[in-house]
Antibody
Framework: QVQLVQSGSELKKPGASVKVSCKAS????????MNWVRQAPGQGPEWLGW????????TYAQGFTGRFVFSLDTSVSTAYLQINSLKAEDTAVYYC?????????????WGQGTLVTVSS | QSALTQPASVSGSPGQSITISCTGS?????????VSWYQQHPDKAPKVMIY???NRPSGVSNRFSGSKSGNTASLTISGLQAEDEADYYC??????????FGGGTKLTVL
């Protein structure tokens, strides 16, 4: 079945970096765009952007350029989110989410989420 | 891009119907039929329940339905069941070629 499996929880200090992985299975990886979404505690989801899994071209939402980096390793069907210069306000659950069908506006499936905690 | 506006909470008794609204603008909900609704249970990832305003993915109960009028989209759940208790989020494609989510609505089944 189509599945996205993310890496485990992370505890980081302010200023550090973190890299979250999202391994896809059950479908052809480069046929579907991958999105990244975060959800701070008690808040709604926030779209961070997406990466074209065919070309590797990333698109970042406003406010998420510079410190946030999307990348791929197509040989292992894995997408990555790296966040640099972490701040306390980056504490959230980070999800990868595939477009349900090529060109679709809805996301399905989602990874199980990766909790990133930034605290000194 | 501002978040879409949803009521913080709604409630209903088993068997009743409830409707959750999602208000955006002419830059998102009002201009595109690309509104989705997600259900999220505690400590779980969101699950798409409605896409393109009115469509249900395979496997989603026909008790869930969607509609749109102007800048406001709505999710209706009929025949409420205990397992429907969850947080619900709307999402829309925008004129900036981005996606925006709502702040979420907590559904309580009394």
């Amino acid at each position: 079945q189509v599945q996205l499996v993310q890496s485990g929880s992370e505890l980081k200090k302010p200023g550090a970096s973190v890299k979250v992985s999202c391994k896809a299975s059950g479908y052809t990886f480069n046929k579907y765009a991958m999105n990244w979404v975060r959800q701070a505690p008690g808040q709604g989801p926030e779209w961070l952007g997406w990466i074209n899994t065919n070309t590797g071209n990333p698109t970042y939402a406003q406010g998420f350029t510079g410190r946030f980096v999307f990348s791929l390793d197509t040989s292992v069907s894995t997408a990555y989110l790296q966040i640099n210069s972490l701040k306390a306000e980056d504490t959230a659950v980070y999800y990868c989410a595939r477009e349900r069908t090529p060109g679709a506006a809805e996301f399905d499936p989602w990874g199980q989420g990766t909790l990133v905690t930034v605290s000194s | 891009q501002s978040a879409l506006t949803q009521p913080a909470s709604v409630s209903g008794s088993p068997g009743q119907s409830i409707t959750i609204s999602c208000t955006g603008s002419s830059s998102d909900v009002g201009s595109y039929n690309r509104v989705s609704w997600y259900q999220q249970h505690p400590d779980k990832a969101p699950k798409v329940m409605i896409y393109d305003v009115t469509n249900r993915p395979s496997g989603v109960s026909n008790r869930f339905s969607g509609s749109k009028s102007g800048n406001t989209a709505s999710l209706t759940i009929s025949g409420l069941q205990a397992e429907d208790e969850a947080d619900y989020y709307c999402s829309s494609y925008t004129s900036s070629d981005t996606w925006v989510f709502g702040g979420g609505t907590k559904l309580t089944v009394l």
